[in-house]
């Protein structure tokens, strides 16, 4: 055990000579917190901190540091409270799979150097941008849901991506009313259950001896967020670069609960290849241009619609939508029987 130790110390300082710019991770009592390249800890040992956190082993006996980084092909990070980003893992140059979701992460700088990830799970963040993305060639399955993305991009060197996971994305002052509207919504239920309890010979403030009534939760206008009232929030958008990047090979896009209405869906018609949309929970609202951008998506087989609303309430929704197209044969998570669309275009 000595002699390994002292092994893994030599190669620690060979890579100590190797330059790691950027932010690194260092292990707390509770989190890993980001700490700049200025530290006075060595750089290598804040990445080997960091991949043995993820690794959940430790190199074998007689096994170099850098042979080790290169065994390790999946890394768990997930719900750590990982801040900043994560560069470092840029040494384990044969990642395949990278578990990141529910941390703090802003950023994803230093992805794009992996050149051999296939399945990136970033759920559940604090990103903003993806000015500083740069998505590795291999990768088939990305999740970005529940961060605070706006615009899409950085996706122009995917070749083989296969499932894009983008739902929920939220912006830092909807989480502020979010919490608000929570908190509002405990204290009317604390407010009725304790109006309930004590219903009789309950004194008011006044003094008086008239039960108390609890306040109820009024309900947002129509097509309004919940969350935020009468406010919309930005629909999302993917960078036509990236759209098209991504058309020859996409087969699943998932947008639920994004703020998008119609002419904010149509750009993805160019994925001629997608076989399954999930655009739940959005402000579609017009049955014309969702057929127009069915009938010209010949391989699409799956969608989900409901949650707009506007676009499920008007009349003959699912035979509108059935006619339109030959391909989809469910909607809704309802099969489509031939017999049905026979009926229907008869």
Do not use: W
Request: glycine share 6%; charged share 25%; aromatic share 4%.
């Amino acid at each position: 055990r000595a002699l390994a130790r002292r092994r893994l110390c030599q190669d620690a300082e060979e890579l100590s000579s190797r330059s790691i710019h950027g932010s690194y991770f260092h292990p707390n009592s509770s989190s890993f917190s980001l700490i700049s390249g200025s530290s006075k800890m060595p750089s290598h040992m804040l990445a080997e901190d960091l991949i043995m956190k993820g690794a959940k082993r430790r190199p074998t006996l007689g096994q170099s540091i850098s042979d080790f980084y290169a065994s390790i092909t999946h890394l768990h990070f997930q719900n750590l409270r990982i801040v900043g980003d994560v560069e470092p893992i840029r040494l384990c140059a044969n990642l395949r799979v990278l578990y990141l979701y529910e941390n703090r992460l802003t950023s994803l700088k230093g992805i794009g150097q992996l050149r051999k990830l296939t399945n990136l799970y970033a759920q559940d963040n604090r990103i903003a941008d993806l000015a500083d993305f740069e998505a590795p060639p291999a990768l088939t399955q990305l999740y970005l849901g529940g961060n605070r993305l706006s615009l899409i991009e950085g996706l122009e060197g995917c070749e083989a991506l296969e499932e894009l996971h983008l739902e929920g994305q939220r912006q830092p002052e909807r989480e502020v009313v979010e919490a608000g509207f929570l908190a509002h919504i405990a204290t009317v239920r604390i407010a009725e259950e304790e109006g309930t309890d004590g219903a009789k010979g309950t004194d008011m403030a006044d003094g008086s001896d008239e039960p108390t009534t609890a306040p109820t939760a009024q309900a947002p206008a129509t097509g309004a967020d919940p969350f935020t009232g009468g406010a919309t929030m930005p629909a999302l958008s993917i960078a036509p670069a990236s759209l098209m990047a991504i058309a020859p090979t996409l087969r699943k896009l998932v947008m639920h609960h994004n703020g998008l209405d119609d002419e904010a869906l149509e750009p993805i018609v160019v994925l001629q290849a997608l076989t399954s949309l999930d655009a739940r929970h959005n402000r579609l609202s017009s049955v014309a241009r969702l057929q127009q951008l069915l009938v010209r998506m010949p391989q699409l087989v799956s969608v989900l619609l409901h949650g707009n609303d506007e676009l499920k309430s008007a009349p003959k929704f699912r035979e509108r939508v059935i006619v339109a197209t030959h391909a989809v044969a469910e909607l809704d998570g309802k099969p489509i029987k031939e017999s049905e669309r026979a009926f229907l275009l008869q």
